[in-house]
Nanobody
Framework: QVQLVESGGGLVQPGGSLRLSCAAS????????IGWFRQSPGKEREGVSC????????YYADSVKGRFTISRDNAKNTVYLQMNSLKPEDTAVYYC????????????????????WGQGTQVTVSS
């Protein structure tokens, strides 16, 4: 019943912006935590950002802090990741994931904290 669908990826030049969307179904967004992860070939899955929808608390990886912003729209049951000032090293497949839990800063970046995952959307930053 719980489903997550990512969209909004694509090709962008360094310094550009993209907004990723994670559309949720099968649960009410305000009772779950939603995390964004990314993975490049040969690298482990990296936690990017998380929002605890119940209280709106957010967390960001140091590598994206100040450039990325996570937000929610409860009416659309969707979580967004606004990505600005993109760098080639941001190139990856981006995944959203969810769990019915309130996550702290440490737990929010651990893939094992999450129960459901989307299929991912490719982000490529290149000139």
């Amino acid at each position: 019943q719980v489903q997550l669908v990512e969209s909004g990826g694509g090709l962008v030049q360094p310094g550009g912006s993209l907004r990723l969307s994670c559309a949720a179904s099968g649960f009410t967004l305000d009772t779950y935590a939603i995390g964004w992860f990314r993975q490049s070939p040969g690298k482990e899955r990296e936690g990017v950002s998380c929002i605890n929808s119940s209280d709106g608390s957010t967390y960001y990886a140091d590598s994206v802090k100040g450039r990325f912003t996570i937000s929610r729209d409860n009416a659309k049951n969707t979580v967004y990741l606004q990505m600005n000032s993109l760098k080639p090293e941001d190139t990856a497949v981006y995944y959203c994931a969810t769990t019915q839990a309130h996550l702290d800063a440490t737990g929010s970046y651990l893939p094992a904290s999450y129960d459901y995952w989307g299929q991912g959307t490719q982000v490529t930053v290149s000139s």
